[in-house]
């Protein structure tokens, strides 16, 4: 059989091509096998590459069809196939999962109240040398089992109990980044804001052993204790008008808690971060609001290294925090660079290499 396409006068149209193209396909699933045959192979490619040994396929999308068990027992599975289809070396992994993971989680506040915030799940187990991958979608459905519950940790080391059995895994780790607000109030005119805190839970279960891990960003404000002194040296010297340089700073505290006792609220860190360095920054703020900031930084000059250090004396004498680490920045408005440090108690977290990206977190964005 011979096709013959109608002359035309001038460009086609793209609707006249989808016509063309769709009588073409719909002779090619009724045509002779030998006319598919004798085609110009230009034109059995358009056709869809019918006449090849290959069955014509439907292009249009059947939302009646549905997945009985026995059709599913059919569907490959490469993700979780035998170690002959494992790429590269046969080692074990550490971590494999998903990241960003969003989804509404409740949450518990100090005043016995619930609050309901978009949270960020990273779900992750190890894999052994000979297993080819895992399911990554029972880490999800796992959230979902679980999503309308009010989280504490006990509800997250379900969720990680669950997903363990599910993955056949020995190790896991669950983490879960959201923004907690919390109602401040300014220093002097009386107004009330929203501060916003950064929080991070993490459950961590290797060899057997699980730790319970809370990271908060506080953000503060930190003003230079040599840039005060020679500021107030100019003005007693030589009459010199002068101001001390002082920055937004921002100091991830991360606190293990000690076995059994998940009572450290997320409002109780933060009392804690304001205890060790007093000058948060501030939501409302009036002229009288901005002169006492001015006097609570005059009163509060910090280095970098004394930051780490405040934090520190007020975590290790709460009984209810382990291991901990802060690492703070202080994002300078006199160098063109950041002054930093890292002060840790315990195993936790002393490593002797640093995620080169640390620092580079810990800026905030208002």
Not at 231 to 247: D, F, N, V, Y
Not at 321 to 327: A, T
Request: aromatic content about 8%; charged content about 30%.
């Amino acid at each position: 059989m011979n096709i013959h396409l109608h002359d035309h006068d001038g460009d086609m149209s793209r609707q006249e091509a989808q016509r063309l193209m769709a009588r073409l396909r719909a002779w090619a699933r009724s045509a002779d096998p030998d006319d598919l045959a004798t085609l110009d192979p230009a034109i059995r490619s358009l056709a869809g590459g019918l006449g090849d040994d290959y069955p014509a396929l439907d292009d249009v999308y059947d939302d009646t069809f549905r997945a009985d068990a026995a059709y599913r027992a059919t569907m490959p599975d490469l993700q979780n196939g035998p170690a002959s289809l494992i790429e590269g070396a046969p080692r074990q992994i550490q971590h494999v999962g998903i990241s960003n993971f969003r989804l509404p989680i409740r949450f518990r506040t100090r005043d016995n109240g619930d609050l309901t915030l978009e949270t960020s799940v990273t779900g992750t187990v190890s894999l052994e040398a000979e297993k080819k991958g895992i399911n990554m979608s029972r880490i999800m459905r796992t959230f979902y089992r679980r999503a309308e519950e009010t989280f504490s940790f006990a509800v997250i080391e379900a969720a990680l109990d669950d997903y363990k059995a599910d993955l056949e895994s020995f190790d896991a780790r669950i983490q879960m980044r959201f923004s907690f607000p919390m109602k401040v109030e300014s220093l002097r005119s009386g107004l009330t804001g929203y501060q916003y805190y950064d929080f991070a839970l993490e459950l961590v279960e290797k060899a057997g052993v699980r730790r319970k891990i809370v990271h908060l960003d506080y953000v503060y404000s930190s003003t230079c204790p040599c840039s005060l002194e020679l500021s107030e040296h100019a003005r007693r010297e030589r009459g010199q008008l002068a101001t001390p340089h002082s920055q937004r700073s921002v100091a991830r505290v991360s606190v293990v808690l000690d076995e059994g006792d998940d009572t450290l609220w997320f409002e109780d860190l933060i009392d804690l971060c304001r205890a060790a360095v007093p000058t948060e920054t501030q939501v409302m703020v009036k002229r009288e609001d901005e002169q006492a900031f001015a006097e609570l930084n005059a009163a509060n000059p910090i280095f970098v290294e004394d930051a780490a250090r405040l934090f520190a004396l007020q975590l290790q004498d709460e009984p209810r925090v382990g291991d901990f680490r802060v690492v703070a920045s202080h994002q300078e408005s006199l160098h063109s660079h950041d002054a930093v440090s890292v002060l840790t108690e315990g195993p936790t977290f002393d490593h002797d290499s640093l995620d080169p990206r640390l620092f580079a977190t810990l800026f905030h964005v208002g």
